[in-house]
């Protein structure tokens, strides 16, 4: 995992961005899994049951997006990384604004 990680902290220094190959096929499954849920939003219009069917549309439109787990991984180390720079960043303008407010 640890060498995932340095692969992952590497390439994204590097080129600022992740590519995974199998990430075309994912987008590929979710276009077909996508098409299946509207098909049955469709059937469900057929059926009477348009409320039901709005709902399947939006739960089809609305899925997270699709990530390979190495772009995962990713996103999970980006997050960590800009949480300690938000950290170290509040902790500097701590340290940095000690001078007591003047009032007139």
Do not use: Y
């Not at 276009?31 to 059937?43: D, E, I």
């Not at 709005?54 to 960590?80: I, S, Y």
């Amino acid at each position: 995992m640890r060498e995932e990680v340095q692969d992952i902290a590497k390439e994204l220094s590097t080129s600022g961005a992740i590519r995974d190959p199998a990430h075309t096929r994912l987008e590929e499954t979710r276009k077909r899994v996508v098409a299946g849920w509207m098909n049955v939003a469709a059937t469900l219009d057929a059926q009477g049951e348009i409320s039901l069917a709005g709902d399947v549309r939006w739960f089809a439109k609305n899925l997270p997006p699709v990530l390979t787990d190495r772009e995962r991984l990713a996103a999970q180390f980006m997050r960590f990384v800009n949480a300690r720079t938000s950290a170290r960043t509040r902790e500097a303008d701590k340290v940095r604004n000690r001078e007591p407010e003047r009032t007139r």
